[in-house]
């Protein structure tokens, strides 16, 4: 708000990686609704299980991955014609 001087009520929209929010959760892409004094999460994406942790960062598949267990569950391993599941080997 600052850099472009705007003045608030604003609906921001934060695409700014992952990180710790003032719940003590991990947030990321969030939609905030701001105040020249204070902001309030209106919005958010369901959380996800991110496989590895950190090395999402590195290794997209593992968040594609998460987020495939999310929608469907065990049945997710059995994907095997998509992409984020080629990507892993068979142990």
């Known amino acids: 708000m600052a850099e472009h001087q ?3 009520p604003v609906l921001g929209i934060a695409w700014d990686g992952t ?3 003032t719940d003590q959760t991990v ?3 969030e939609f905030l609704q701001t105040t020249d004094a204070s902001f309030e999460r209106v919005a958010h ?6 496989p590895g ?3 999402c960062a590195e290794e997209p598949r ?4 998460g987020l495939l267990y999310s929608c469907y569950g065990e049945a997710a391993f059995e994907m095997t014609d998509l992409a984020p599941m ?3 080997k068979a142990s």
Do not use: I
């Open 86 to 88: 080629q990507a892993f």
């Open 62 to 65: 593992r968040s594609a991955l």
């Open 53 to 55: 942790g950190d090395c």
């Open 27 to 29: 947030w990321g892409g």
């Open 45 to 50: 994406f369901l959380p996800y299980f991110l």
């Open 19 to 21: 990180g710790y929010g």
């Open 6 to 8: 705007l003045q608030g």
